[in-house]
């Protein structure tokens, strides 16, 4: 779900709260169709099915052979990063 928040500081960091299920935009944008389409590739990126119980064993299994090339990982900061979120919401 997205809200779009009016009247903040552009600066601001925008706030994830996966539990909640909203992604909080700092910004206002001005164009509605550009609005509109940011809206519709949430949608689209929503509606995606999880991965299937075969390639979450998958992802596990190649986590396991290398851990440590995974934690230095982009998507393991991000794993993280989601993890201290849902602790902070």
């Given amino acids: ?4 928040q009016r009247h903040t ?4 960091e ?3 709260r996966p539990s909640r299920g909203f992604i909080h935009f700092p910004q206002h ?4 169709h550009m609005i509109e389409n940011v809206i519709q590739r949430v949608r689209v990126i929503e509606s995606i099915p999880g991965a299937s119980e075969h390639q979450q064993e998958k992802i596990v ?3 396991k052979k290398n851990t440590q090339k995974f934690i230095s990982s982009d998507a393991a900061r991000a794993i993280f990063n989601d993890l201290n979120n849902l602790d902070q919401s």
Avoid: G, K
Wanted: glycine share 0%; hydrophobic share 40%.
């Fill in 61 to 63: 299994q190649e986590v």
């Fill in 14 to 16: 925008p706030q994830i």
């Fill in 1 to 4: 779900m997205v809200s779009d």
């Fill in 29 to 32: 944008i001005h164009d509605a």
């Fill in 9 to 12: 500081n552009i600066n601001s």
